[in-house]
């Protein structure tokens, strides 16, 4: 078996004997959906970048491996990355890489949230890009259709509907402002941000439009 079987094999065990995710198979659904998702967006930075790309992978299978837990404060959330590391620790430590690259597959899963680890480390393009696909995936189709359905859009009055899209397409256009450590990465987010962007834009058109026949006599 080699190490991506393999840390999915412990991945899933370890969602599967978790008290938590017990109580919260939504969660534990999620969660898991979201880990396989940074996975495979490792993997293309990986690939097209020409980095050790099983590695990288194992790396994006084990981000989040902390979720397992309770997390009790915002404290525990902000911490997660190193939780996550350490949890993962005496896993990684039984794979087939050599110990610079165990290193700096659990250096890259500690730093992924806040860009802090409490162990020494190298940041470098193979350890950024762990946090890299996990950002990335914050932003695609999916969560960008649980961040609207969180914020409950289609209830919202239209004057607090049209100043939600004006303020999330600002947030957009900051976004394209933002470069990551890989150039493949730094693609992916831009074109996930600006088909968002494209999105929002239609909507605003069409939140507009549904007003604008008020203004009928000036079209004439």
Same mark, same amino acid.
């Given at each position: ?5 393999? !840390?999915i ?30 996975? %495979?967006? *490792?993997?293309?930075?990986? =690939? ?8 990288? =992978? =194992?790396g994006?299978? $084990?981000?989040?491996?902390?979720y ?8 525990? @959330?902000?911490? +997660? *990355? /190193?939780?996550?590391a350490?949890?993962?620790k005496?896993?990684?430590?039984? $794979? ?11 250096? *890259?899963?500690?730093? +992924? =949230? ?7 480390g190298?940041?470098?393009?193979? !350890?950024?890009?762990? *946090? ?5 995936d914050?932003?695609?189709a ?8 969180? &914020? ?13 899209i004006?303020?999330?397409?600002e947030?957009? &256009?900051?976004?394209?402002? +933002?470069n ?5 990465? !730094?693609?992916?987010? +831009?074109? /996930?941000?600006q088909? %968002?962007?494209?999105?929002l834009? /239609?909507?605003? %058109?069409?939140? %507009?439009?549904?007003?604008?026949? $008020?203004? @009928?006599?000036?079209?004439?």
């Open positions: 078996m080699n190490n991506i079987d393999k !840390t094999e412990f991945l899933e065990r370890c969602f599967d004997q978790s008290e938590y995710f017990k109580q919260e198979p939504d969660s534990k659904k999620y969660r898991l959906e979201h880990t396989y998702r940074v996975a %495979n967006i *490792g993997m293309e930075i990986a =690939v097209k970048e020409k980095l050790n790309i099983e590695a990288l =992978v =194992v994006c299978l $084990l981000h989040d491996i902390s397992i837990e309770t997390f009790q404060a915002k404290e525990d @959330w902000m911490n +997660h *990355g /190193r939780k996550a350490e949890i993962a005496p896993f990684v430590d039984t $794979l087939d890489f050599d110990e610079k690259t165990k290193d700096e597959i659990l250096y *890259g899963i500690a730093i +992924h =949230v806040d860009d802090l680890a409490d162990f020494s190298e940041k470098n393009a193979f !350890t950024q890009s762990i *946090g890299d696909a996990d950002n990335i914050r932003f695609d999916f969560r960008f259709y649980e961040m609207l359905k969180y &914020n409950q859009l289609e209830l919202l009055s239209y004057k607090e509907q049209v100043k939600f004006e303020e999330q397409i947030k957009c &256009n900051k976004l394209l402002q +933002h990551f450590a890989t150039p493949t990465a !730094t693609a992916l987010f +831009h074109g /996930r941000i088909s %968002n962007l494209e999105f834009c /239609r909507l605003q %058109n069409q939140l %507009n439009q549904s007003k604008s026949i $008020l203004d @009928w006599e000036e079209k004439i």
